[in-house]
């Protein structure tokens, strides 16, 4: 089973509409991050959350609100979706032990807005 | 902006070893270089990270300079399954701040 999941994989929208991501994790990590990915480009930050009571803004998180339910549960929400957000969402966790904090990634969420 | 520079495409092929070369030439003392691949739209995929010596795991193997200001990634043995975008990323270890992914090099192993 994976280890980072992610729901939905695929979803089409409209604009306007709430939308909400979820990720859950059974790596037993603190860190949690949201990403998206435009076409040709790197991945940016969103939010991350560093335990269940913490939450930051990353370098795009206009338009975006988080909710970390949970140590296993991280929820990325677009509360009016536009065109302009359609991309590939990925979760992350972390865990910065043992002299490194690798990032492990989800398998994505493809998002359209219409 | 992006703190390494790697080339934008490589060829290998099949069952030989792949060699990525990364340049990180204002790397701080207490960055560690990553490696991550992307296999097409799939979320990036750890490989590999290391601060001074070489690191050697299951998938690769990472050589850095004495220097620190290069490194190279090897896959000493590359398959059709490791076609991806591999990227070299460099930060300090339990930074808060985002991994910066860059371009990266698109690998394309062939038969």
């Known amino acids: 089973d994976a280890d980072v999941t992610q729901t939905p994989r695929n979803r089409i929208t409209k604009t306007g509409k709430r939308i909400m991501l979820e990720c859950s994790q059974t790596?037993?990590?603190?860190?949690m991050y949201w990403y998206r990915q435009d076409p040709g480009l790197g991945l940016r930050l969103i939010y991350y959350?560093?335990?269940?009571?913490?939450?930051n803004k990353g370098e795009i998180s206009d338009g975006y609100s988080v909710s970390r339910q949970a140590q296993a549960k991280f929820s990325l929400s677009l509360e009016s979706a536009i065109p302009n957000q359609t991309a590939l969402y990925f979760c992350?966790?972390?865990?910065?032990?043992?002299?490194?904090?690798?990032?492990?990634f989800g398998p994505g969420t493809r998002l359209t807005v219409l | 902006d992006a703190k390494t520079t790697q080339p934008p495409s490589m060829d290998c092929a099949e069952g030989r070893a792949a060699n990525l070369p990364c340049n990180h030439s204002?790397?701080?003392?207490?960055?560690?270089v990553y490696w991550y691949r992307q296999i097409h739209s799939q979320g990036p995929q750890y490989i590999i990270h290391?601060?001074?010596n070489n690191e050697t795991n299951e998938m690769a193997s990472l050589i850095i300079t004495e220097d620190r200001k290069s490194s190279t990634l090897i896959l000493p043995h590359a398959t059709l399954r490791d076609t991806a975008v591999y990227y070299c990323?460099?930060?300090?270890?339990?930074?808060?701040?985002?991994?910066?992914f860059g371009t990266g090099t698109r690998l394309q192993v062939f038969p």
């Open positions: 790596k037993g990590h603190d860190r």
């Open positions: 959350s560093f335990d269940v009571k913490d939450i």
């Open positions: 990323i460099v930060r300090v270890a339990t930074n808060t701040d985002k991994l910066i």
């Open positions: 204002t790397i701080s003392g207490n960055e560690y």
């Open positions: 992350a966790t972390s865990d910065p032990g043992r002299g490194g904090d690798t990032q492990y």
């Open positions: 290391g601060l001074k």
